[in-house]
C-alpha cells in the first residue's frame, strides 16, 4: 500500500509539474504584452466552459483549457513592430502575421504530448465556410477544440483593450459573433457561447 501511494503521489506531482511547465511556456510566449498574457488565463477557462457545454468530460474539456493557452505561441517568431502595431495591418504586414499559426503548429508537432495544443494553434483561425488560414478546412474539418477557441478567442479580444483598439461591450461582442454564426464560426459553439453569457457563466 506504502509503495502505491508512494507512486501515485509521484504521478500527481508529475501531472501538476507538466501543467505547470505547459503554463509557464503559455507566459513566456506571451510575455512581451500584458494584456495577451492575462487572455490566455480568460481564455483557458472560457474553452472549458464551452467544452464542457458541448458534451466533453470534465478531464477532457480541462486539457482543453490547458491546451488552448498555447493556441498563440507562434507569435514567438514574429516581430514586435507588427505584434504591437498600434493600428491596422498593411497587407503585407497581415500576411506575415498570419504565419504564426504554422509557426505555432511546427514548435508543438514535435511531440504526442502537445497534440492538442498543435490543432489549437495551426487551426484556431480556419473558418467554417472555408475562407480562414492557413489551409482553408471548412465546417467539421476543422478539430473541435479548434473551432471553440475561435469563438472564445474573438470574444475575448473584443471585450478587451488591445494596442489597436478599446474593449466592446459584452452584447456588441455578441452580436458581433453571432453575425459570424455559419461563416465564420461553428454555429453550435457560437449558440452555446450565448447561452453561458445569458446565464451569467461567462464572462
Same mark, same amino acid.
Given at each position: 500500500?506504502?509503495?502505491?501511494?508512494?507512486?501515485?503521489?509521484?504521478?500527481?506531482?508529475?501531472?501538476?509539474?507538466?501543467?505547470?511547465?505547459?503554463?509557464?511556456?503559455?507566459?513566456?510566449?506571451?510575455?512581451?504584452?500584458?494584456?495577451?498574457?492575462?487572455?490566455?488565463?480568460?481564455?483557458?477557462?472560457?474553452?472549458?466552459?464551452?467544452? =464542457?457545454?458541448? !458534451?466533453? *468530460? +470534465?478531464?477532457? %474539456?480541462?486539457? #482543453?483549457?490547458? &491546451?488552448?493557452?498555447? /493556441?498563440?505561441?507562434?507569435?514567438?517568431?514574429?516581430?514586435?513592430?507588427?505584434?504591437?502595431?498600434?493600428?491596422?495591418?498593411?497587407?503585407?504586414?497581415?500576411?506575415?502575421?498570419?504565419?504564426?499559426?504554422?509557426?505555432?503548429? =511546427?514548435?508543438? !508537432?514535435? *511531440? +504526442?504530448?502537445? %497534440?492538442?495544443? #498543435?490543432?489549437? &494553434?495551426?487551426?484556431? /483561425?480556419?473558418?467554417?465556410?472555408?475562407?480562414?488560414?492557413?489551409?482553408?478546412?471548412?465546417?467539421?474539418?476543422?478539430?473541435?477544440?479548434?473551432?471553440?477557441?475561435?469563438?472564445?478567442?474573438?470574444?475575448?479580444?473584443?471585450?478587451?483593450?488591445?494596442?489597436?483598439?478599446?474593449?466592446?461591450?459584452?452584447?456588441?461582442?455578441? &452580436?458581433?459573433?453571432?453575425?459570424?454564426?455559419?461563416?465564420?464560426?461553428?454555429?453550435?459553439?457560437?449558440?452555446?457561447?450565448?447561452?453561458?453569457?445569458?446565464?451569467?457563466?461567462?464572462?
Amino acid at each position: 500500500c506504502a509503495s502505491a501511494l508512494r507512486n501515485l503521489q509521484l504521478y500527481v506531482d508529475l501531472k501538476e509539474a507538466n501543467r505547470q511547465a505547459l503554463y509557464m511556456l503559455a507566459v513566456a510566449a506571451e510575455y512581451k504584452d500584458k494584456d495577451t498574457g492575462d487572455h490566455i488565463n480568460r481564455l483557458a477557462r472560457y474553452t472549458t466552459l464551452l467544452s =464542457e457545454a458541448m !458534451g466533453m *468530460s +470534465k478531464q477532457e %474539456a480541462e486539457n #482543453y483549457g490547458l &491546451a488552448s493557452m498555447l /493556441h498563440d505561441i507562434g507569435k514567438v517568431g514574429i516581430a514586435d513592430a507588427i505584434l504591437k502595431k498600434p493600428g491596422k495591418l498593411t497587407d503585407e504586414e497581415f500576411v506575415i502575421m498570419k504565419t504564426h499559426a504554422e509557426i505555432g503548429a =511546427e514548435i508543438l !508537432g514535435k *511531440s +504526442k504530448w502537445f %497534440a492538442v495544443a #498543435y490543432h489549437i &494553434a495551426y487551426c484556431h /483561425h480556419e473558418r467554417w465556410d472555408g475562407t480562414g488560414y492557413p489551409r482553408g478546412l471548412k465546417g467539421e474539418e476543422i478539430p473541435i477544440v479548434a473551432r471553440i477557441v475561435s469563438v472564445v478567442d474573438v470574444f475575448d479580444a473584443l471585450t478587451n483593450k488591445r494596442c489597436y483598439k478599446e474593449p466592446w461591450t459584452v452584447a456588441d461582442a455578441l &452580436a458581433e459573433i453571432e453575425k459570424g454564426a455559419g461563416t465564420h464560426f461553428d454555429p453550435k459553439v457560437v449558440q452555446l457561447l450565448l447561452q453561458l453569457c445569458e446565464q451569467g457563466i461567462i464572462p
